[in-house]
């Protein structure tokens, strides 16, 4: 399992341990290890039996198949099943494991009344320590549960006797073996699987008419800016929001004025303390007042800065300018002026990058994308301070590529101009 769905999971069983505080005093049933849930369904029938009116990680065997969930409550009309997601909202999938969960408990003979799914409120802000009864919220689900009985019904005697006849199933690879979820069983089903022919992209293309306008639109002093973002699922930070996308670093390269020796500035928070405070300052510091600050892709740094300026209103009017000052670079590849079969139709600086400038890559850094920054970020705090100190440099190394990138491809559009 990748580093990156090892904390995916981790984020889960962290906020349902958490939601257990919105029925507090309950007894756990959880197995100590995923081998023994023989012990867990025994301990959940002896803790109703006892009555029990909060149990934790319930779990039922209902002819062969198995469920646990999160939260199992008695009220005054009978028994309430609460399932946790660390999600913003209750998704399609998360319906289907509840209606196996609702499946086993009433066949168990549970008087099952109602089921919901609990989930992050997308628009709790924190301030001060964690209100769980305000961070999560309660979808019931006993409609949409019931009317997928059948189904699950159906689904479960197909694969027991799938599991009896020990049979492959003859299904061949496409999509549905990565969503919603990835298979595990993807390197045993496509090892064998053909290819589709690469797609024709056409042939190179360059229009310098408009490459020339695009250059021209641009205004002294040059900035080539990117930010880095952390998303956390409990929010970390006072004025932070479930999910919500924090920036906690940036790369900013700088040319003055035509000739003049590029200029390099780069902020990286702590891991502890909230970086935006310092990371605002920093921006508003070395970005001035006028000059076009290029981005990649510029819907992504326009609208994190616009919630910078919303979750800090001291900082808005500087914030909303430097706003006003995004010209994304992106623009020229995305519209076609200039095109290579190579760049597969994808205006990604990470196709266009090797293109343009091959020998600039990200293949020798350390970290070599976003998704992996943001999660090396988010453990700092559990790191050895060895460990850290090596991060950091990886960090910073791979978000100056970001923007070095930028100065190349810009250089590059230039030299074809003049």
């Known amino acids: 399992m990748s580093e990156a769905q090892q904390n995916v999971?981790?984020?889960?069983?962290?906020?349902?341990?958490l939601a257990q505080d919105l029925f507090p005093g309950g007894v756990n049933a959880e197995p100590e290890t995923p081998y023994e849930f023989h012990i867990s369904v025994q301990k959940t029938k002896e803790f109703i039996a006892a009555g029990e009116t909060i149990i934790y990680e319930a779990?039922?065997?209902?002819?062969?198949?198995?469920?646990?969930?999160?939260?199992?409550?008695?009220?005054?009309?009978?028994?309430?099943?609460f399932e946790v997601k660390s999600t913003n909202s209750a998704k399609s999938p998360h319906?289907?494991?509840?209606?196996l969960q609702y499946y086993v408990m009433t066949n168990c003979g549970l008087d099952l009344k109602n089921i919901s799914i609990v989930h992050f409120d997308k628009e709790y802000v924190k301030r001060g320590p964690i209100d769980v009864q305000s961070l999560f919220q309660k979808s019931p689900i006993l409609g949409q549960v019931i009317e997928l009985q059948e189904f699950i019904s159906a689904k479960a005697k197909e694969l027991k006797e799938l599991v009896i006849n020990r049979i492959e199933p003859d299904i061949?690879?496409?999509?549905?073996?990565?969503?919603p979820y990835e298979c595990d069983f993807t390197n045993h089903c496509w090892k064998n699987r053909v290819e589709p022919a690469p797609k024709d992209y056409?042939?190179?293309?360059i229009d310098l008419e408009e490459l020339k306008k695009f250059m021209d639109s641009l205004t002294y002093p040059?900035?080539?800016?990117?930010?880095?973002?952390?998303?956390?699922?409990?929010?970390?930070?006072?004025?932070?929001?479930p999910y919500q996308a924090v920036p906690f670093q940036f790369s900013l390269h700088v040319i003055d004025q035509h000739g003049a020796e590029i200029r390099h500035i780069e902020y990286l928070g702590n891991g502890v303390e909230d970086p935006r405070p310092t990371l605002i300052a920093s921006m508003i510091e070395n970005m001035g007042t006028v000059g076009t600050i290029l981005v990649w892709h510029r819907p992504f740094e326009f609208?994190?800065?616009g919630q910078l300026a919303i979750d800090y209103p001291q900082f808005a009017s500087e914030l909303r300018a430097i706003q006003g000052r995004l010209v994304d670079l992106m623009v020229p590849f995305?519209?076609?002026?200039?095109r290579h079969p190579e760049m597969m139709g994808s205006s990604s600086i990470k196709k266009v990058l090797p293109v343009l400038i091959p020998e600039l890559s990200y293949d020798d850094l350390n970290i070599g994308e976003g998704g992996t920054a943001s999660l090396t970020y988010s453990q700092f705090p559990s790191m050895d301070a060895e460990t850290r100190e090596q991060k950091i440099l990886d960090l910073l190394e791979y978000c100056k590529q970001d923007t070095w990138a930028m100065v190349r491809i810009w250089e590059w559009i230039g030299e074809r101009v003049v």
């Not at 779990?59 to 198995?66: D, H, K, Q, S, T």
């Not at 319906?95 to 209606?99: G, R, S, V």
């Not at 973002?229 to 932070?240: F, K, L, M």
């Not at 995305?334 to 200039?338: A, E, F, L, N, T």
Request: hydrophobic share 40%; glycine share 10%; charged share 25%.
């Open 202 to 205: 056409g042939e190179e293309k």
């Open 59 to 81: 779990a039922f065997n209902y002819e062969g198949v198995l469920c646990a969930i999160d939260l199992l409550v008695k009220m005054e009309d009978g028994w309430h099943a």
């Open 95 to 99: 319906i289907q494991d509840a209606a």
């Open 222 to 241: 040059l900035y080539f800016f990117d930010f880095e973002t952390v998303a956390y699922g409990v929010p970390e930070y006072d004025e932070s929001r």
């Open 334 to 338: 995305k519209k076609s002026y200039y």
């Open 172 to 179: 061949a690879p496409g999509d549905h073996c990565l969503k």
């Open 9 to 17: 999971f981790a984020t889960g069983t962290n906020a349902g341990i």
């Open 303 to 305: 609208d994190k800065i």
